[in-house]
Each structure stands twice: as structure tokens, then as C-alpha cells.
């Protein structure tokens, strides 16, 4: 049985060393909550809430992740038994959603277990992967500066190139980049820019040879995207479209995607990952590791999860130092030859440095079992 006596939540920021683009709005600044929880025997797990300041990727938020965890989340979690970290997402299913809140803390007490367990977090899920294969993406604020980010990916080993595209900025771009790089390996992101009444433009896109695009149609719309999915040889990805195992099925029994964007954050956290991920193996669904921007503990987590045999396309997992003066981690993450390595270390194999964590802590709480949140 895992008894947990404390949970100490951290709020940090951090500059991007270069500012992320989107069409929904650009990232400088990032914050994310780091949450230890600690046991009878003063063994720490490490988890991050990756939510962002404002809802532009999913409604949550940081501050409605504090909520989430002050009032909901970790009391329920000093009043329940738990045996095993996979317990978590059924103990929190009587909360509704707030799959970020969630995914902090279930991935925090996966790290905890695995260590109590003495064994590499990657082995606990059933991973076998000695290293994962390493994407970036390009969310740059011009042309000239894509074609120049994906040459220094390119210098730097990463496997795959993923754009971020609207319709403002999509063909155009696409053309530029297969001029100089046509042979790259390259997928389109769109977080939801298009309709269904962009379908000649959508067609257009078939031409730049594309591993897929990632998330064209809605959040909700699975009908549509089966629909867009028929008429397009681009493989489609869905990503903000899956936020639990129920829309994994919908989407696979209606044919909305060929490939799917696994975040344990957006889906509740590594068990659900785990049982999303099995679901799309056993219906020859391709799958691959999305990212969030992420510090240290979050990219850890998903290196563990990247592990899993369906993982068959590199992910949007890059190293430490590319978003970050300095990580709060150590060893750092690294990219070398396309590759990151696996830790072999117990838990998710990384320590949190904690004299970092105290320079970038912006605010921090303590709750403790049994002296009431
Ligand atoms: O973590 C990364 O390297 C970037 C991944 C990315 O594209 C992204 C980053 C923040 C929010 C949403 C997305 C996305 O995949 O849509
Ligand atoms: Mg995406």
C-alpha cells in the first residue's frame, strides 16, 4: 500500500528562449505547477501540471489546476486507500474532467511507486525501448525563420519536423520548405484552424507529401473529421479531439484519424495514456508522444511513456536546453543522433535539481495528510 503524508505543489515560470507561435496565440512566458508527493518513508514522486496561463490549448488553466488539486484532488487523495498508481483515475473518476490536474498528480504517484518498486517508471508501463526517437517542432513567426529552425533541427539529429499551419499561413509555407528541404520528414499542425468549408485548400495539402496533419477540424468535431478524412490522402492526427479513452473508441469506429497525438496530460494521466495507447495498437492505429512545452518532469514522464511498443513515430519530445536556459532537472534530457535514452534508474530516472526549482518558484503550498487542506 502507498501511503502519502504530504503534497507540496510548486509554481514556476520560465522565459522560452525564443517566443512559440500559433495561430491561437504565442507562448513567451511559461508556467507549470511541479507537485512532489511524499510518503511515510520520505520518499518523494515527481509530477507536473502542464496546463498553460490561459485556455487556448484546453479550458484548463494554472490557477484552475490549483483548485482542482487544493480542493478536490489531494484531499481525495488522503482519504483513499491506494495500492497501485493505476488505481488513481478511477479514485478521481467522481471528479469530472480537469484531466491536467489530474495527469500532475497520478504521474507524480507512478514516479513515487516506481521507486518504492526500485525499478525504471518505463519498465512499471511495460515499455522496452533502450531510447525514443526525438521530433521539433517549427512555430516561428515568419518564414525565414521556419526554413532556419528546421535547418538547425535538422544539424541537431531530430527525426521528424512538425509546422504549425493556418489557413493564413499553410501552402505557402509548405512550398518554401519543400523547395529547400524536400525530403524532410514533415508533418503539418493546425489546432483546429480549418473547416470543412476549407476542403479544396485542405486537398491542396496532399501534394507536400505529409506524414499527416495534426488536428485540422475542431475539438468536437469527429463526424467532420472521418468526413475530411475520405477525401484526403494526408493521414489524419487527432490531438485536442482525444481526451479520454471514450473518444480514442469514437474516433477509431468512425475513421477520423489514422494516427493518434497521445498526451498523458490532456487524457488524465499515464493509465488512461497506457490504455489508449493499447486500444490503438490492437486497431493498427499509429501512435506517437505529443509534447506540451514541458519542463524536466513532464518530458520525463513522457520519455517512460514513449517506451511502449506503439509508439512508432517519433514524438514531440526535444531536449532540455531547447526551450530552456537551464531545466530543473538533472541529468538534463538530450537529443543525440535523433535519439534520447531511456533511464535505467529507478522511477522516471531524473532528479529534480532543486535549487533551480527554488529559483524559478513563483509560489508554493504544502498540504499534509490528516491536518486538513
Ligand atoms: O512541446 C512541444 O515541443 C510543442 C508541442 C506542440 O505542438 C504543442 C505545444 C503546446 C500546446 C499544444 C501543442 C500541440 O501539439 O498542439
Ligand atoms: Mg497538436
Not at 57 to 67: A, G, S
Request: with cysteine; glycine share 6%; proline share 4%.
Amino acid at each position: 500500500m502507498l501511503h502519502i503524508d504530504r503534497v507540496r505543489l510548486s509554481l514556476i515560470e520560465m522565459p522560452l528562449k525564443k517566443p512559440f507561435f500559433t495561430h491561437l496565440g504565442t507562448v513567451h512566458n511559461r508556467q507549470s505547477i511541479i507537485i512532489e508527493v511524499v510518503d511515510r518513508d520520505g520518499v518523494s514522486g515527481f509530477g507536473e501540471a502542464v496546463a498553460f496561463s490561459s485556455p487556448w490549448y484546453t479550458e484548463e488553466t494554472v490557477q484552475t489546476e490549483l483548485h482542482m488539486l487544493k480542493d478536490f484532488l489531494i484531499p481525495k487523495l488522503f482519504t483513499e486507500e491506494i495500492n497501485h498508481p493505476k488505481e488513481i483515475s478511477s479514485i478521481f473518476g467522481s471528479i469530472r474532467r480537469n484531466e491536467m490536474a489530474k495527469s500532475g498528480i497520478e504521474t507524480a504517484i507512478w514516479d513515487l511507486y516506481a521507486k518504492k518498486q526500485g525499478q525504471p517508471l518505463s519498465y512499471l508501463l511495460g515499455g522496452n525501448r533502450k531510447e525514443v526517437p526525438a521530433g521539433a517542432v517549427v512555430a516561428a513567426q515568419n518564414i525565414e525563420k521556419a526554413l532556419k529552425q528546421i535547418g538547425d533541427f535538422q544539424e541537431q539529429g531530430y527525426q521528424r519536423i512538425k509546422v504549425k499551419i493556418s489557413p493564413e499561413n499553410d501552402i505557402h509555407l509548405l512550398r518554401e520548405i519543400r523547395k529547400e528541404y524536400p525530403y524532410v520528414p514533415l508533418m503539418v499542425d493546425a489546432n483546429s484552424a480549418y473547416t470543412l468549408d476549407d476542403i479544396d485548400r485542405l486537398k491542396a495539402l496532399d501534394e507536400f507529401r505529409l506524414l499527416m496533419i495534426e488536428q485540422p477540424l475542431s475539438i468536437t468535431d469527429m463526424v467532420d473529421h472521418a468526413t475530411l478524412q475520405k477525401q484526403i490522402s494526408t493521414p489524419i492526427c487527432l490531438d485536442e479531439s482525444i481526451t479520454s479513452f471514450q473518444d480514442a473508441y469514437s474516433a477509431i469506429q468512425l475513421g477520423s484519424c489514422q494516427i493518434m497525438n497521445i498526451k498523458m496530460s490532456r487524457v488524465g494521466g499515464l493509465e488512461n495514456a497506457k490504455r489508449i495507447h493499447d486500444l490503438c495498437v490492437e486497431h493498427h492505429i499509429q501512435v506517437w508522444c505529443g509534447g506540451m512545452i514541458e519542463f524536466g518532469i513532464s518530458r520525463a514522464h513522457n520519455i517512460a511513456l514513449a517506451t511502449l511498443e506503439g509508439f512508432t513515430i517519433p514524438g514531440d519530445i526535444v531536449s532540455s536546453n531547447h526551450y530552456w536556459e537551464e531545466d530543473i532537472i538533472e541529468p538534463l534530457v538530450e537529443v543525440k543522433n535523433g535519439m534520447i535514452s531511456v533511464s535505467t534508474e529507478a522511477g522516471i530516472g531524473f532528479t529534480i535539481n532543486r535549487k533551480r526549482l527554488k529559483e524559478v518558484t513563483i509560489y508554493s503550498e504544502e498540504y499534509e495528510k490528516g491536518k486538513g487542506v
